[in-house]
């Protein structure tokens, strides 16, 4: 029998003292979990090499977790790596580690390798010999990153203000400030990563690993899922929808009283499981059943699914919470809080969102000076006057991070009562804020600059199509019909003055922030029109990104910009900043070189050469933009997830920057009703001005906070991503089929990826699943994927017709309804010369 682990000693660790910030944290972590672990956990290899069933010893299936001072002093060695595991959605076996050098990934090959861990989990990774290495054949692009959720774009390309259903979706990527130590130059080996080309193909050895300890469950550990009956148990079993997940046995008892008799009646319920644990000695987990959702392929059924899944808190808010909110109502400004503040409330003040937006948290001003200037205003509602750092209300907010924004719904931060009332800038009602107010020149050169905190009266809630209307055409005058009810106090003319002053300056700011190198990638976001009864899906189209958003964009990462420097230079060690790694240094060097043989001209030196380059013509044909949307994704994929921090935690201020931006310091200022980054931005610059309470968060608060704010931000775009890919296959089910043209986006050795032109969404096409088709020959020309499909003709006297694909290819689809509920399909229509 093994002999029980050793408790850790409360003494400090050798070699502790000398590690690097972000190892202590690692090491820190380390040592707190193995302090607290329970009993079981502790002594994980007792309990398994000691596991008996009435058959005797049970084969140990996955391997024991190693004991935390050898995962340390592993990690101290560089024997170890820690990063976030990421589980192929396409090919559940297979997972990936980012390499902390910007390298190949580690790859995780099969279930017995991530050993119980699941997506998203925190995990320390043990390379294997290079004699266990992969050499991948054709399928080397979906070892990727970004191919792991075929996302839509990262957020950190586009730091837009407006609401978070406006954003593109970002990359999944789990990014955690202290996860990685400073890279030296010896740690890049040449090892990483060989290639060898060979006539038609190209093999790439990869490095694989294996998962030895979890430093943190990140994964909810909760599913939605289909229970199966199975005879002469006392369990049944739960299959996860997400095929990542494993599936679990749940007790009987936890099940419907009539599923023994009647298992056949629940074959299309979903439920909602949750893993307990999962033994080293079993494949299945073990778990309990927390809840029935509904019938599978239902929008509301399927949304909790997805919302408990990524572990987003839908609750009503307690009694607790609410008695933190002003009782007397209808509420109004107290005098007193008035007196303390700049009164901007005569100002021509007004807010430009989405037509249907209720939590309106910022608003612009701009009047011409008598030298010809401008003073312009950015309001945002004072979240923080509200939420008393500390109290219930606070914790809360705290916890959820920011709103989730669904295609039907919004699950808030903060209690309705603020996000659309007290804190909503709307229309004609006194709003408590905190202004960023400048003196720009014409050409948009800051001249003064002002932070305080005001009370204005919006004078008309403007929506995009508003300004849009008004930016096209400036020589119009709109009649008090064709605008929503606006203040006496402030003419029609003098808001659309102000819009186009807003405009024009916007574009000489535009234009200076890509003159100075920073990046933008627009990729296409798909919206839906809703019945307003069902909140079904009536029609979807692609948004438009026009003038009126970049208006508002422009303004609002002037102020963010501008409240970081301030916050920053009061509080070197406590700012709360937003930062944005450079690209991944191997995905960058094997993009550039399937560029190059691709023809096309791309400089990756820069952000600013990137945005330059994917902003000049790709051909001068209808097709042009789609060759764009095309090569925008790829750009997108070696792209890291911009994250907050805490300025303290990193001694290196270049680590600071903003890549997509190209500038030092940035930061979350302008939507604290939806962020709660935004508000503790929002204490830091009020106590910078001596105009709020002094501080008391501490560094590792903010660092703590930080990290939080970063995992729910991923967490909230995933459920948004996946709430307009269960919106679209209802559209497809009760609308389909569609067909449309698609370009060929990434080729695969039996499939390939399309970017659907019509809809903007990006399917996946089988090659198996193509009826008619005989063969497929695959072939790669250095990194150059390319593909012959052969189809069949019907008559057996001629020769199959060959259809050539790669990237660029235009083709047409026809999307379809699977059988599985919210589910579809991209099929290939067969060349013209078959039909």
């Known amino acids: 029998m093994a002999s029980s682990p050793k408790v850790k000693r409360p003494t400090k660790p050798r070699g502790a003292q000398n590690l690097p910030r972000s190892q202590k944290d690692a090491y820190a972590r380390l040592l707190n979990q193995h302090q607290n672990a329970p009993k079981e956990s502790l002594h994980q290899k007792d309990k398994d090499k000691n596991t008996k069933d009435c058959r005797g010893s049970r084969k140990l299936l996955f391997e024991e977790y190693m004991f935390t001072e050898d995962v340390s002093a592993g990690l101290k060695r560089g024997e170890l790596l820690q990063g976030a595991l990421r589980i192929n959605p396409k090919k559940y076996k297979e997972a990936f580690v980012p390499s902390p050098d910007g390298s190949a990934d580690i790859f995780l090959d099969g279930i017995a390798a991530r050993n119980r861990a699941l997506n998203g989990d925190v995990v320390v990774v043990k390379v294997l010999p290079p004699e266990q290495w992969k050499a991948v054949n054709g399928d080397i692009n979906e070892r990727t990153p970004s191919s792991q959720n075929a996302p839509k774009a990262p957020d950190v390309i586009v730091e ?82 997400d095929h990542r997940v494993p599936r679990v046995n749940v007790p009987l008892a936890d099940c419907p009283a009539d599923f023994i008799s009647r298992p056949g009646d629940y074959e299309n319920t979903l439920f909602i499981c949750r893993i307990t644990q999962w033994s080293a000695d079993n494949i299945f987990a073990e778990g309990r059943l927390a809840k029935t959702l509904g019938q599978a392929g239902e929008i509301e059924p399927e949304t909790e699914g997805i919302l408990t899944e990524y572990d987003v808190d839908f609750s009503e808010f307690s009694k607790e919470v609410l008695n933190c909110l002003p009782q007397n109502l209808p509420w109004s400004i107290p005098d007193h809080v008035l007196s303390k503040r700049r009164d901007l409330r005569n100002e021509c003040i007004f807010t430009i969102d989405p037509a249907t937006a209720r939590d309106l948290d910022d608003a612009l001003s701009c009047k011409q ?353 996946l709430s307009s890919e269960l919106f679209f296959a209802v559209f497809v089910k009760e609308c389909g089929p569609l067909d449309s043209e698609a370009m060929v986006m990434g080729v695969l050795d039996q499939s390939f990826d399309v970017l659907v032109l019509r809809y903007g969404v990006q399917k996946r096409i089988y090659c198996n699943s193509l009826e008619g088709l005989k063969a497929v020959n695959f072939r790669k020309v250095g990194k150059r994927p390319e593909m012959t499909l052969f189809w069949e003709t019907g008559d057996p006297s001629k020769e199959s017709i060959q259809q050539e694909i790669s990237i660029f290819t235009l083709l047409n689809v026809q999307l379809k309804a699977d059988r599985a509920p919210m589910k579809y399909s991209a099929v290939l229509k067969r060349p013209s010369a078959l039909l």
């Open 369 to 721: 000076l008598s030298d010809g200037n401008f003073e312009i205003g950015v309001h945002i509602a004072d979240v923080s006057y509200f939420v008393e750092e500390g109290n219930a209300l606070d914790q809360i907010a705290g916890q959820r991070a920011t709103s989730v924004y669904l295609v039907q719904k919004v699950i808030p931060m903060l209690p309705r009562l603020l996000c659309e009332e007290l804190c909503s800038l709307n229309p004609l009602t006194d709003r408590l804020t905190f202004s960023v107010i400048w003196k720009l020149s014409p050409e948009g050169k800051i001249l003064s600059e002002w932070f305080g905190r005001t009370v204005i009266c919006s004078c008309i809630k403007l929506s995009y199509d508003h300004a849009q209307s008004m930016i096209e055409a400036p020589d119009k005058h709109f009649s008090a019909d064709e605008l929503p009810t606006c203040s006496p106090d402030h003419s029609i003319q003098e808001i659309q003055e102000a819009v186009l002053n807003l405009h024009n300056i916007a574009k000489q700011l535009r234009a200076q922030r890509f003159e100075c190198g920073a990046l933008r990638l627009d990729q296409l976001k798909l919206s839906f029109t809703l019945d307003k009864e069902s909140s079904m899906p009536q029609g979807c189209y692609i948004y438009q990104y026009r003038d009126s958003n970049k208006l508002v964009e422009e303004f609002m990462l002037l102020a963010n910009m501008a409240v970081a420097h301030q916050i920053y230079r009061t509080y070197p060690e406590l700012a709360l900043l937003r930062r944005h790694p450079p690209p991944q240094s191997k995905m960058v060097n094997d993009l550039q070189e399937f560029c190059d043989q691709m023809g096309l001209d791309v400089d990756f030196s820069s952000s600013g050469a990137l945005h330059r380059s994917l902003n000049e013509s790709f051909g001068d044909d209808e097709y042009t933009a789609a060759r764009k949307e095309v090569l925008t994704h790829m750009c997108s994929r070696p792209m890291q997830m911009a994250v907050y921090f805490c300025s303290g935690a990193l001694k290196d201020q270049k680590l600071f920057c903003h890549y997509a931006l190209n500038v030092p310091l940035y930061t979350h200022f302008t939507s604290p009703i939806r962020r709660y980054a935004d508000v503790i931005v929002h204490r830091l610059l009020a106590a910078s001005i001596d105009c709020g309470p002094r501080l008391s968060l501490s560094g590792e608060e903010v660092h703590k906070q930080s990290s939080h704010c970063n995992d729910r931000k991923t967490a909230s775009k995933r459920v948004q991503e």
């Open 160 to 241: 837009a203000h407006y609401n978070e259903d406006d954003e593109v979706i970002s990359k999944i990527k789990n990014v955690s400030l202290h996860d990685k130590a400073p890279i030296t130059a010896h740690s890049v080996k040449h090892a990483n990563a060989c290639f060898t080309s060979g006539s038609s193909s190209e093999r790439a050895m990869q490095r694989t690993g294996k998962v030895v300890f979890i430093v943190e469950k990140k994964h909810s550990r909760a599913a939605s899922g289909f229970l199966k009956f199975l005879p002469n148990k006392n369990f049944a079993m739960f299959s996860p929808v």
